[in-house]
């Protein structure tokens, strides 16, 4: 009977094990839970366009694009900060004064925010008026607290308070530019044409409506879910 031969190992040598190549981050993304957070706040739960939130901003506040991308960038920097801090005490606060105890660190960061913008753009801030103190009184900034960031991580918070703000400034821009183009003939203080017939209904809060239910309309109509009041 023939021996059985064996091959002897070399000493020293090793033997790699086959490893899985490695996946690009541009596919691991879209499958982590922040960014389907981020995605998800900015078009499901957009405030202004799903949830029809935050009106008195929304047709005060966007007369002219830059103005309605100021406040939305406001109300973002405010909301990111505020879901960040309640998320890091959440800990702390007792649950008995929780929603109060939420308003306060909500104030405190408006004022900030607020201040900032007396500080360093006075007349962005005067064209914004009061509507920037009032991000307080915005139900969705609280709401994102009390939902969200009292029972989540400060850094998957801060993600859903980016993903709603985003949102939030993508509407009021959005409205901005329209109600601008239409009601002066410029868009974002650049003037397009010499001759130019205003809308006065756009620059008054009537024409914010009418251009908020267009929008309304267009986001349902190419939303998964089927035509416009059929959706979800």
């Known amino acids: 009977m023939a021996e059985a031969k064996t091959m002897a190992i070399p000493t020293g040598a090793s033997v790699q094990a086959a490893s899985a190549p490695a996946i690009p981050l541009t596919q691991q993304l879209p499958q982590t839970k922040g960014w389907k957070e981020l995605v998800r706040d900015i078009w499901d739960d957009n405030p202004t366009f799903r949830m029809i939130l935050a009106m008195c901003p929304t047709m005060g506040a966007t007369n002219m694009a830059i103005n309605g991308m100021a406040q939305g960038l406001a ?14 005490l959440r800990n702390v606060i007792p649950a008995e004064v929780r929603l109060p105890a939420y308003m306060i660190i909500i104030a405190f960061w408006v004022t900030i925010v607020d201040i900032v913008l007396r500080a360093y753009m006075p007349p962005l801030s005067a064209a914004l008026g009061p509507y920037v103190p009032l991000i307080i009184t915005n139900c969705f900034v609280l709401g994102r607290a009390e939902a969200f960031a009292s029972q989540n991580s400060p850094g998957l918070s801060a993600l ?3 993903g709603v703000g985003l949102g939030f400034t993508m509407s009021l821009t959005l409205l901005g530019i329209v109600r601008e183009f239409l009601g002066f003939g410029s868009l974002f203080g650049i003037q397009l044409f010499s001759g130019w017939t205003n809308w006065v209904i756009m620059i ?3 024409g914010a409506f ?5 929008y309304v309309g267009i986001v349902k109509h190419f939303s998964p879910g089927g035509q416009v009041g059929g959706g979800s």
């Open 160 to 162: 859903d308070a980016l």
């Open 204 to 206: 008054i809060p009537a």
């Open 210 to 214: 009418l251009v908020v239910g267009l």
């Open 75 to 88: 109300t973002m920097v405010a909301t990111v900060a505020s879901s960040t801090t309640v998320a890091a």
